[in-house]
């Protein structure tokens, strides 16, 4: 691992993805809804998992030989046990091959370094190129070191449970385990903060209020107790504090859901050009608060760029008449749009203009509809000839 870090290998692999992540536990159970920092506005907000991705990083087989070369080095100059590196691939080797990968730890371990004989061999031979086997292998001091981890085991087992219960919406089970976790490491913020993050789930949020300040408590440098506990404060109607706590939050890591809210919270006040500014940054998301980021953005530019989001054609039925065609590129409906028709040349220079029309229609997202506003009988060329300015248009 320390090789992989001094290569850049997941480096590398991550400068083709995307690193940030709503990461909040209420996200993940179905959290109930309904000045900008231009730093935070501007980057895109993705909805892929930070955490996951770090762990399913795939090396390739020339990174896993580096690393496995340059780690026994590493391993020889502070005096380790080199035949570790060989026993430790060994032993990869045949639990995935007694297992058939078919346990979850072990399935996102392999998937980051994928075991085979070949590693082995190589391994032997480096074990003999560096003059064989002597060192520590350090294992009661390990034993010494971990024995905390170990024992806090069975609280993030429950944990673990608790988050399994509540993604099956099991609220009683989940708290149950949850208040079990907490019993067992009550200084931990990420049970308390799943406590809060269950009451929000269940549209409580003034019962999650104290969880998350308790959580803020225990733990005042992770975001999500006040992103949990912003968009608490903005469903109880407290605005103020919402923002406080939201931009706390996006300090800390920014997230689709605080821009969201943020969003909201802007557009409430007045401030038209930094809600868009936030909604446009949360629509990067593929969320569901990306989406409704998007729609909200698509709500207050659409008055303003109409034929950004309507496009309009001519289209002639079987008797030559000239219908406008029109199409809902928005994510919202449209219950009307305003048009002027316009006659090019062979240049696209327009030559002349009709009156302009208000429309009425009924079109929901991404539908297309046909509509007669008597232009009459055209000829095919005449009918080529046609554009169709879109001046305005109203959500339905």
Avoid: C
């Avoid at 289209?315 to 090019?344: E, F, M």
């Amino acid at each position: 691992e320390i090789v992989h870090a001094a290569a850049r290998h997941g480096d590398k692999a991550q400068e083709r993805g995307t690193l940030l992540q709503v990461g909040m536990v209420a996200a993940q159970i179905g959290l109930a809804t309904s000045d900008v920092n231009p730093t935070m506005a501007n980057m895109a907000i993705q909805g892929a998992g930070l955490g996951a991705q770090l762990i399913q990083t795939k090396y390739g087989r020339e990174q896993e030989l580096e690393s496995d070369l340059y780690g026994m080095r590493y391993m020889q100059r502070a005096g380790y046990e080199l035949a570790g590196a060989v026993s430790l691939q060994e032993t990869f080797v045949r639990i995935s091959e007694a297992t058939g990968r078919n346990q979850n730890w072990l399935e996102g371990l392999f998937a980051s370094h994928p075991p085979s004989t070949e590693r082995v061999e190589t391994n032997r031979r480096t074990l003999a190129e560096l003059g064989g086997a002597g060192g520590e292998l350090g294992s009661e001091r390990y034993a010494q070191r971990t024995a905390e981890i170990r024992r806090m085991k069975p609280a993030y087992d429950k944990y673990d449970q608790a988050l399994a219960a509540a993604g099956k919406k099991d609220w009683t089970t989940a708290r149950r385990l949850g208040n079990e976790a907490t019993q067992l490491l009550p200084k931990e913020a990420r049970f308390t903060q799943l406590l809060g993050d269950l009451s929000m789930a269940e549209k409580k949020p003034r019962d999650a209020l104290p969880f998350y300040e308790r959580a803020i408590a225990q733990d005042a440098n992770y975001f999500g107790p006040y992103l949990g506990g912003g968009i608490a404060q903005y469903q109880i109607g407290n605005k103020a504090k919402s923002e406080e706590w939201l931009k706390k939050s996006t300090e800390l890591l920014p997230t689709a859901p605080a821009a969201y809210f943020l969003g909201n919270i802007a557009r409430e006040r007045g401030d038209s050009a930094g809600a868009m500014q936030l909604y446009q940054a949360a629509a990067g998301s593929q969320s569901e608060y990306g989406q409704m980021a998007a729609a909200e953005f698509q709500r207050m530019d659409l008055p303003q760029n109409p034929g950004t989001y309507v496009a309009a054609g001519a289209q002639r039925d079987a008797s030559g008449k000239v219908l406008l065609v029109l199409q809902n590129r928005s994510a919202l409906p449209i219950a009307g749009v305003d048009v002027t028709p316009l006659l090019v040349d062979a240049g696209g220079n327009i030559v002349s203009q009709g009156a302009r029309q208000s429309v009425r229609t009924n079109l929901a997202a991404g539908q297309s509809g046909a509509v007669d506003i008597g232009l009459g009988v055209m000829t095919p060329e005449q009918a080529a000839a046609l554009r169709f300015r879109i001046d305005g248009a109203r959500l339905g």
